[in-house]
């Protein structure tokens, strides 16, 4: 059986900070999953509420689930945030999303740079002022 990896959203559309958020918090998740909400709120570098926030976002929906696991005396020590198979794929379309437009801000970045390279010249030949920046 194939599973398509493409998702109803448009992967022509801008990250949203939501989105990105939500990929952090899931790219967190996918290397930590015994992470505690405060770690993972660290790790992202947002409050725990909004943290929290996210995580309960994400589970709603399904991207996420929460493994717990018992210890003597029926106990709770631990909990896991584990991803779905529909949060990996989620996670993936993210990933795709962030390097796109993390490229665009490159290539807009490295043009602009250029650009500005190629007004240095301009700009001492206007002022009348040699390489070490002396009147001539």
């Known amino acids: ?36 909400q405060r770690q993972i709120a660290e ?24 493994g717990r696991f018992l210890k003597a005396k029926n106990k709770l020590t631990k909990a896991a945030y584990i991803l779905t198979p529909s949060g990996i794929r989620e996670r993936m379309d993210l990933t795709q999303d962030y390097v796109k437009r993390k490229t665009q801000e490159y290539e807009a970045l490295k043009a602009e740079l250029e650009s500005l ?6 700009a001492f030949d206007a002022l009348d002022l040699n390489s070490e920046g002396k009147k001539t």
């Open 117 to 122: 390279r190629q007004q240095l010249p301009e």
């Open 1 to 36: 059986m194939v599973v398509a990896c493409q998702n109803d959203k448009t992967s022509t559309s801008a990250m949203t900070p939501e989105n990105e958020a939500h990929f952090r918090v899931l790219k967190v998740l996918e290397q930590n999953p015994n992470f505690t």
């Open 43 to 66: 790790a992202i570098g947002m409050s725990l509420g909004r943290t929290n926030y996210l995580l309960h976002a994400l589970m709603e929906k399904g991207f996420l689930k929460v």
